[in-house]
């Protein structure tokens, strides 16, 4: 961030007065432009004893298989913003059963929030961000081939709730594995 | 938004080719500058039968009180946020015992993640932006002084799980009344 968003003018990337981290300021106007973590909201859509994942047309990780989730927009609910990326991505229309997962990915400032839901019917076909969308029973699952180490958890906590008959909101973090 | 924060140069606000909403784009560099909901992490601190507290010091809702709360930052878990934030309102040093709330604030493009949580030791005091910081058994609670309405709905759903003696994971929207 160079410039200030509001009136042009330079900005200073420095600690204002009475905070504690360095923020971009405006020298001109004074405006302090805060960042702020994103959320990623999606869902684990189910049909019958399967999962509906896609298959990713756009980067990162193009080619490779994920759940339909997004960043959430503004003016949004949490339950909006999993059920529009559903539709966006899959073009499936769901039922939300409530929040599965909530995982922390702090070196990237996001928070995945997945809905367990159900599919309304088994109607599904690839949005413009998808190559494919497909059903997968537990055993199907392409568990080398997910686009994302946040996703590989939630399927693999999603799959041990469902053994137990016990479905649990989880709160977890992603430290991503130094080198 | 007006100007690039990248390069300076004018912003329009119009829906990219391939998008569906309006978008602040730049005229000259062409830098999307999406914007996002944030998240408002916090917690409930317990000590004994009661709950801590903090009077707000800044506006908006001065001198009402809520319990300790506050904007996540880049790079946090949101554990590390509801921590901080409770260090920074009131001085005090938690644990925490899982997620309690999740509110979506549509209307403010606010996600109140708020966790259970007891004090490591009965201290605290108010921190910067607090006026006063105080433990309130249910009894005590000043439920027509509370500075939110989230927070009030909060706090209402902890005592309800408290007498079942079953904290659960609430998920929620507060949808603001129409005049």
Redesign the interface.
Known sequence: ????????AS?RYEIPE?DN?KR?ICISCGFI???????IAGCIPAWEESILLCRRAIEPRLGLWTVPAG??????????AASRETWEEATAEVELD??HT?I?I??I?H?Q?LFRAHLKEPKFSPG?ESLETKLFNETEIPWNELAFETVHRALHLYFTDKHQGNFK?H?E?YIKPTA
Chains 1, 2 share one sequence.
């Not at 432009?33 to 959320?39: D, F, G, L, R, T």
């Not at 960043?71 to 909006?80: D, K, R, Y």
């Open positions: 961030m160079k410039y200030c968003s509001i009136c042009g900005i009475g981290r971009h432009h805060y960042q702020n973590p994103k959320i960043f959430m927009e503004q003016g949004e609910t949490l339950s909006e409530g929040v909530i922390t702090p070196h400032s928070v929030v413009y909101t709160i973090d």
